[in-house]
């Protein structure tokens, strides 16, 4: 019973780099939602993705970001030309539906480093 | 208790004692909340949730208090043990925005001692 699985769990780019990050949801979930943690923050919603479609991407910065969750495969959040303040913790996490009451359930997390 | 590191309020307990944990929340046209718990180097781990339309929900060895009146949150854990020592956050969705768009309180830090 597989939970809500990220990868990679450690990157580190370079400045102006680009950085990938993937996350499968448990199964049977079809709603993902991305949060980041900075540092001495807590969580702060980014996006918000049902299959093909990008539902509420109001947390997202206006650059650089951006994130998919195709037919096939994971839900990718991307972020170009990296900078030192994207270094953080990128949250995944899934629900059945998008209703009260549907848990929603975390990954272990993707922490960015940029040097 | 000293806060330190995230400069998050802290609560120090000693092994067997109860702990309760508190959060104010804004929105009050929210309607779902949950407690999350999140050790160090992990993501956040569901604990319990409670609907705006209850006021005590009880789990093992925990109980969330929801109070709409003043907008308060709470978090008992019974006979709290060493392995309950990490953050806590309280998060609250619903009042017209998607369930999933959780907004976060800022966090706890539970430090249980044996």
């Known amino acids: 019973n597989a939970g809500v699985m990220q990868n990679p769990r450690h990157l580190v780019r370079r400045r102006g780099q680009e950085a990938r990050l993937r996350c499968s949801p448990m199964k049977g979930h079809s709603h993902v939602y991305w949060y980041r943690q900075l540092p001495e923050e807590g969580l702060k919603f980014m996006v918000y993705?049902?299959?093909?479609?990008?539902?509420?991407e109001s947390g997202m910065p206006k650059e650089r970001f951006s994130a998919e969750f195709p037919k096939e495969g994971p839900s990718i959040l991307r972020i170009q030309q990296v900078v030192r303040g994207d270094s953080a913790a990128y949250f995944c996490?899934?629900?059945?539906?998008?209703?009260?009451?549907?848990?929603?359930?975390f990954g272990e997390g993707s922490w960015l480093t940029v040097v | 208790g000293e806060s330190v590191g995230l400069h998050l309020p802290t609560l120090s307990v000693q092994e067997g004692d109860n702990s309760i944990i508190n959060c104010a929340y804004s929105n009050s046209a929210s309607d779902y909340f949950i407690w999350y718990k999140q050790e160090s180097g992990k993501g956040p781990q569901f604990i319990i949730d409670i609907r705006s339309n209850m006021d005590k929900r009880q789990g093992q060895r925990v109980t969330v208090l929801l109070n709409k009146t003043v907008k308060h949150l709470s978090l008992q854990i019974a006979a709290t043990q060493p392995g309950d020592s990490a953050v806590y956050f309280c998060?609250?969705?619903?009042?017209?925005?998607?369930?999933?768009?959780?907004?976060f309180g800022q966090g706890t830090i539970l430090t249980v001692h044996p």
């Open positions: 998060a609250e969705s619903g009042g017209g925005t998607s369930y999933g768009k959780l907004t």
């Open positions: 996490a899934s629900s059945r539906a998008d209703l009260s009451g549907n848990t929603i359930y």
């Open positions: 993705l049902q299959k093909e479609n990008i539902i509420d």
